[in-house]
């Protein structure tokens, strides 16, 4: 173990110093240069770099294993507590943190929410969804761009897909940050209280809805999970709250931080802007770009079912391994002069945002739609698009996410 973690790291650093985190992408180039399978003293996981090795472990889940549960030590015994007492116990993993045959099981039932064709038929709606935020803020010329408008564009579609209310968005990002905070790593011991707190709260807001839907399913997604069989039975109540648990944070996590990276992107480059309004078609590429340029899902952990070999160096069995999303999006051998926002790029779409294989995003289509929608509907509607502070753009702390803190633009009606 010892001679492994030395030869992989050739330099120091602190993955979680706050320079760092806001700004990793110098440090991920000298990653993939000198040391692609990186050992991060004192995190106690392996970060894996470059485009080629993420993509190999991601398509090879008996040695990448995504079924790792609480890791001992991780969790404090309040937030056990909380779960264990007053909410549903240790979910058990469905999807994201399952291998196969059992994640299997549970994608069949989850694969036709969001395919291709039925985000095609929700064209129309996402338009009208995007239309009217804008519509709220365009007389007033200035914007709180993640709360007014990156927040609530997969908020409120997700929340239409799943039948319940709009009116409950800002509980619902409560939920969902609550969901996600805790896996970045970087949270308080209180913090986790707190998210464990908000969690057994969301828990039983939709239990009650599962009750409804049984009683009177609707043409919505908590129907069809809660009238649809799993090999011959219904799911119980954990099964369904954790499906519903991932549905919410892939619904809406990684589309408001692209969304909100858009608009930083729109304001830096005004030529870009105005070549949006002359060519529509490209939010589309424009959407795949900032995917890859921005990854608002940095990385995600696997644990090494055995010794596994990865750029000379040997990861142990049993490592807890970092697949960098961020680094392997803009590695070199994969595309060209990665560090530049080309909204011309050939292979753009190969980036590995939404991960591959049996694990790729299930929201995936839907989250490129509400992308490539709210760059084209703003760009048609806005221009002199411009920051309020720029100097003060700034991130979330996260192992996992880039999300963004909350900023402001000003701009004209065209």
Not at 60 to 74: D, E, L, T, W, Y
Not at 173 to 183: G, H, I, N, R
Not at 261 to 274: D, M, N, T, W, Y
Not at 383 to 411: A, C, M, Q, W, Y
């Amino acid at each position: 173990m010892n001679s492994a973690i030395a030869s992989a790291e050739p330099f120091k650093f602190d993955f979680t110093d706050p320079q760092v985190m806001e700004c990793p992408y110098p440090l991920y180039e000298q990653l993939r240069g000198h040391a692609p399978a990186h050992f991060v003293e004192g995190a106690g996981f392996w970060i894996i770099s470059r485009y080629d090795d993420c993509l190999a472990a991601i398509r090879n889940p008996k040695v990448f294993s995504s079924k790792m549960g609480f890791r001992p030590g991780a969790v404090p015994d309040e937030v056990m507590r909380i779960y264990t007492e007053e909410g549903f116990g240790d979910l058990p993993d469905t999807l994201v943190s399952n291998d196969p045959p059992s994640h299997t099981r549970y994608r069949k039932l989850v694969d036709r929410t969001f395919t291709a064709g039925r985000v095609r038929q929700m064209e129309e709606y996402m338009v009208e969804v995007v239309r009217e935020l804008i519509d709220n803020f365009i007389e007033d010329g200035r914007l709180k761009v993640m709360h007014d408008f990156a927040i609530p564009v997969p908020m409120f579609v997700i929340a239409d897909q799943l039948g319940v209310p709009r009116s409950h968005r800002d509980k619902f990002k409560e939920w969902s940050d609550a969901a996600v905070a805790p896996l970045g790593l970087l949270i308080s011991t209180e913090r986790k209280i707190e998210c464990a707190k908000l969690a057994v709260e969301m828990q039983h807001y939709f239990v009650e809805v599962f009750a409804d839907r049984r009683k009177s399913p609707r043409d919505d997604i908590i129907s069809d999970l809660v009238t649809k069989d799993v090999d011959g039975a219904p799911l119980d109540t954990p099964e369904l709250l954790s499906i519903l648990n991932q549905l919410l944070v892939a619904g809406n996590e990684t589309t408001t931080s692209a969304i909100g990276a858009s608009v930083i992107r729109l304001a830096q480059e005004p030529e870009l802007v105005e070549r949006l309004v002359r060519e529509p078609g490209k939010c589309d590429n424009f959407a795949e770009e900032i995917l890859r340029h921005e990854s608002p899902v940095q990385g995600l952990f696997r644990m090494t079912m055995e010794d596994v070999q990865i750029g000379g160096t040997t990861i142990p069995k049993g490592s807890l391994v970092n697949l960098r999303y961020g680094s392997a999006n803009r590695d070199e051998r994969r595309f060209e002069c990665p560090a530049d926002f080309d909204v011309d790029r050939k292979n753009s779409s190969s980036h590995l945002a939404f991960g591959a294989g049996i694990h790729h995003c299930i929201g995936a289509q839907l989250a490129r739609r509400e992308i490539a929608i709210a760059v084209r509907e703003m760009t048609a509607r806005l221009k002199d698009i411009r920051l309020v502070d720029p100097d003060k753009l700034s991130h979330t702390p996260s192992v996992i996410l880039r999300g963004l803190n909350e900023f402001e633009i000003e701009f004209s009606k065209r």
